[in-house]
């Protein structure tokens, strides 16, 4: 796997295509990872490869991660300086602003070079330019998820002597231009994910993946809740949830486990804080600034849009809802033993959290050793 969407990983994704259209994967257990861009995908599974695989190789983190690093850091600068202007915020120095403007046409080649690393440092130190990253609700969150993250580091990554820590490649952000696999064993298996691509362009892809799928894990950033579309005005939250429902009706999914992911915990419980999410879910009537209601809320929104044909959790709603969301949360399902219909499980995560996610897989496992192998008549 590799992050940048280089020619041969083209090629590879090109060979699985063919393999996965031609049938050859419908014995090959593998769970599908989806969700809409920047939902989390590529993390997940970034995790999976450090959790139950290999992890990253020294030439990985040297020739991809590093330069990726590099370009991630300067877009979070390039981005920072346009919130700048559209604020109309004044840089505390001159040279910060100078330095932001440079950034506008600049491409690293492979490396952050060291005095430009402290020049940045300096940047993000400049009074105005914290105050713009305050308000990036008012431009329109533009900066990458991982400003905070990489600009409190930017020193650290400076030099031709940086190699990128598990972490820091956890917090790096490439598209996903193909699709990408990971093969490991679990419980003495073989199981694949496959990761699609969430940008809208490839969603196309998805649909012959579909066939002979055992288990989908959907990706949501329940911290989007207040975020739009920039082309389409659309609430990000409610298309993502539009999204699932439509990908629950799917005939594709009738004998597949389906694990609901509401991802960006971390993000999501900062901002409930200072973002009503009344302004956005206009039936919301929990207490403000509560992230625990606030997300047992949104658990329900997305319950709600479970078609009521597809089995599951809706149609079994009795006896008390709140009894059905803990069960939900825990990762089991009402009836589940009495049933062979296939059934939503949802989970709350934090991606770029290891140990999270560590817990998470854990809490899966049941599922994904349960749905995937005995489906396919391999007793697990
Ligand atoms: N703070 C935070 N950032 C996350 C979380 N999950 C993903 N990210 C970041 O969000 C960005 C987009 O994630 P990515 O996995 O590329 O999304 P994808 O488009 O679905 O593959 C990356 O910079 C990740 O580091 C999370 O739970 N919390
Ligand atoms: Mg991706």
Redesign the pocket.
């Known amino acids: 796997m590799s992050c940048c969407g280089g020619s041969e990983e083209k090629k590879r994704s090109r060979a699985l295509e063919k393999e996965i259209r031609r049938g050859k994967r419908k014995r090959v257990p593998y769970l599908l ?1 989806l ?12 995790q999976m490869r450090i959790l139950h695989s290999s992890g990253f190789t020294q030439v990985e983190r040297e020739a991809e991660y590093r330069p990726l690093i590099a370009q ?1 850091v300067i877009m979070c600068v390039k981005s920072l300086h346009q919130g700048m202007l559209r604020l109309g915020l004044k840089y505390y120095a001159v040279q910060n602003g100078q330095l932001g403007e440079a950034m506008v046409d600049y491409k690293p080649e492979g490396f952050l070079h060291a005095d430009l690393a402290d020049q940045i440092d300096t940047f993000w130190l400049d009074p105005g330019v914290q105050e713009c990253y305050r308000r990036q609700r008012e431009f329109g969150y533009d900066l ?3 400003t905070k ?1 990489f600009l409190d580091a930017t020193r650290r990554l400076g030099g031709t002597s940086y190699t990128p820590t598990d972490q820091d490649i ?7 231009l193909s699709i990408q696999e990971l093969a490991f064993t679990m419980d003495r298996k073989q199981i694949a994910i496959v ?1 699609v ?3 809208p362009s490839e969603r196309r892809k998805w649909v012959h993946l579909f066939d002979g799928v055992r288990g989908v894990i959907f ?1 949501t ?1 329940i ?1 989007e809740y207040d975020q739009v579309d920039q082309k389409t005005g659309e609430n990000l939250l409610k298309h993502s949830m539009a999204l699932m429902g439509t990908l629950l009706s799917s005939p594709f999914f009738t004998s597949s486990g389906f694990i609901v992911f509401m ?5 999501f419980q900062d901002k409930i804080s200072y973002v009503p999410l009344r302004h956005y879910f206009s039936s919301y009537h929990g207490p403000q600034g509560d992230s625990k209601a606030a997300a047992d809320f949104l658990e329900h929104e997305f319950c709600e849009v479970v078609p009521a044909g597809t089995g599951g959790f809706p149609r079994r709603r009795s006896p008390s809802i709140s009894a059905a969301m803990s069960s939900l949360r825990r990762g089991t399902s009402l009836h589940s033993e009495q049933s062979d219909e296939h059934l939503v499980y949802l989970h709350r ?5 290891t140990e999270n996610i560590r817990n998470i897989f854990e809490a899966v496992r049941n599922i994904i050793l349960i749905n995937l192998l005995e489906n396919i008549g391999v007793t697990p």
């Open positions: 990872l969700g809409a861009g920047k939902s989390g995908k590529s993390t997940f599974l970034k991630n990458p998820d991982s993250y956890i917090q790096s952000r490439a598209p996903t990761d691509g969430g940008q990706l950033a911290s991802n960006k915990m971390d993000v995560t934090t991606a770029t959290n």
